[in-house]
Nanobody, 122 residues
Framework: QLQASGGGLVRTGDSLRLSCAASGRRFDSYVMGWFREAKGKNREFVAASSWHGGEKLYAPSVRGRFTTSRDNAKNTVYLQMNSLKYEDTAVYYC?????????????????WGQGTLVTVSS
């Protein structure tokens, strides 16, 4: 089970850190991903981290502003979001997959957490 938290209301340019805590099983060997779903839009890929954290993948829209990291000892993954923009407003989801490689599609992920809402005011 995955539990995302840390969302909230912030202003343009602010930073926010999301957390995703896993329980019930270990996700050390899984790729952990972040997705987001804005109102009226499809869920889209944001970032992913390999099981060891050494390989990361980012959507072009967030590259350079967002950073994903993980602490396997805590079974937790993070998404540090800096220089937030209005268009970053969405519900953010964490997910896990046993697949490897460029896992940037929702269908590639096996486990999903509930979302946490991030609202960026302009």
């Amino acid at each position: 089970q995955l539990q995302a938290s840390g969302g909230g209301l912030v202003r343009t340019g602010d930073s926010l850190r999301l957390s995703c805590a896993a329980s019930g099983r270990r996700f050390d060997s899984y790729v952990m991903g972040w997705f987001r779903e804005a109102k009226g839009k499809n869920r889209e890929f944001v970032a992913a981290s390999s099981w060891h954290g050494g390989e990361k993948l980012y959507a072009p829209s967030v590259r350079g502003r967002f950073t994903t990291s993980r602490d396997n000892a805590k079974n937790t993954v993070y998404l540090q979001m800096n220089s937030l923009k209005y268009e970053d407003t969405a519900v953010y989801y964490c997910a896990a997959t046993s697949r490897s490689g460029r896992v940037s599609y929702t269908g590639q992920y096996d486990y999903w957490g509930q979302g946490t809402l991030v609202t960026v005011s302009s």
